[in-house]
């Protein structure tokens, strides 16, 4: 069998796409496919932001690739500069540095975790008490009996438009993309693979298998995978309550929180440039409610839940 790619990713969504890129711009013969046509509606990649941040709770080896990701942003906005001058293509950052705010129980894991890897990883942070944190995003009801954690250079991705950016990239370093395509099956030969797609058979040295949600149809050999619904909440958010860092003249924030009862249960993102001011998302299984949403948020305009 002759491999016509060195590498074929199946699924060009988040992770498809940026692997394809990198693969393509280190000179391997990429070809993406993709079921839709991203950045599509039914892909995790979906939306407008998702919140970028380095001190994580799941241990030192998440760190380090959050902070490995954070230079590779840095990296790929400079390889987006290029694309930026033409008329035709989206302009906007792709990262923007708002800050990040936790809130959390005092000393809870959630918070506790955090700090810890701030330390150990040097990541710049602030520790606030409630009182503080009441005072710095007057827009934000903090008990008591919480604590803050703010990471000044974390902030928020602009992930279809990263996407599209990927995409583009990708095909310029000479990668391939069948959209509308879907794979149905990887097969091992001996040496390499063939995909079996809606379109046809396709033969490549090294598979990248990303469907996100739908691996377990691609992959049915790995364990099940469930697709679950997150409840979003878009809230507005007037700038004096909200603006984080208000002594330091910005108004931009990001904050995530967490109860005593769960993991962390809602998260918001704000700016006053976007279309939608803030984002709370409540992860199933947790006592999250529109109800708590209400209480954390000091004057909530609900516009709409999915
Ligand atoms: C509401 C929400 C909020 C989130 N917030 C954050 C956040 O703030 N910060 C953060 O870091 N992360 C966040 N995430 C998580 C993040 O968005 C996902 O981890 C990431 O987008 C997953 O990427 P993926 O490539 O696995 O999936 P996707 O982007 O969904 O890509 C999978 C792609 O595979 C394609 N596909 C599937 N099966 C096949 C097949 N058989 N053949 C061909 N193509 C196929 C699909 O069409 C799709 O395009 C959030 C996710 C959601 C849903």
């Known amino acids: 069998m002759h491999a016509d790619y060195d590498v074929i990713v199946a699924g060009a969504g988040s992770f498809g796409m940026s692997a394809g890129y990198y693969a393509a711009k280190a000179g391997a013969r990429v070809l993406m496919i993709d079921s839709g046509d991203p950045p599509h509606t039914l892909g995790s990649h979906h939306g407008g932001t998702r919140i970028f941040r380095a001190a994580y709770t799941m241990g030192a080896a998440y760190v380090r690739l959050a902070l490995r990701a954070n230079a590779l ?3 790929l906005e400079q390889d987006y500069a290029s694309l930026r001058t033409e008329q035709d293509f989206s302009s906007g950052p792709l990262f923007e540095c708002t800050g990040v705010v936790s809130i959390g129980p005092i000393s809870s894991r959630f918070i ?3 700090l810890e890897s701030c330390i150990e990883f040097g990541i710049a942070h602030r520790r606030l008490t409630a009182a503080e944190a009441r005072e710095e995003w007057p827009g934000l009801f903090v008990p008591d009996s919480m604590e803050a954690l703010y990471e000044p250079n974390a902030g928020v991705l602009h992930s279809e438009r990263i996407l599209r950016v990927y995409r583009e990239l990708a095909l310029r370093h000479g990668a391939r993309l069948l959209p509308y395509t879907e794979a149905l ?3 091992a030969t001996p040496d ?3 995909i079996r797609t809606t379109g046809g058979d396709y033969y490549a040295k ?3 298998a990303s469907g996100g949600a739908w691996i377990g149809r691609l992959l049915p050999q790995l364990e099940a995978v469930t ?3 997150k409840a979003v909440g878009w809230f507005e958010a007037p700038r004096e309550q909200y603006g984080s860092g208000r002594k330091r003249g910005s108004d931009k924030s990001v904050w995530k929180a967490a109860t005593r009862s769960g993991p962390p249960f809602c998260r918001a993102a704000r700016s006053s440039g976007w279309t939608s001011p803030v984002r709370l998302s409540a992860t199933p299984g947790c006592c999250c409610s529109t109800n708590l949403w209400a209480r ?3 004057e909530p305009d609900w ?3 999915t």
């Open 206 to 208: 090294r598979v990248l």
């Open 73 to 75: 942003w840095h990296e």
């Open 227 to 229: 697709p679950i619904r």
């Open 296 to 298: 954390l948020m000091r």
């Open 192 to 194: 390499g693979y063939v």
């Open 303 to 305: 516009i709409c839940s």
């Open 185 to 187: 099956s990887i097969e």
């Open 112 to 114: 506790r975790s955090k």
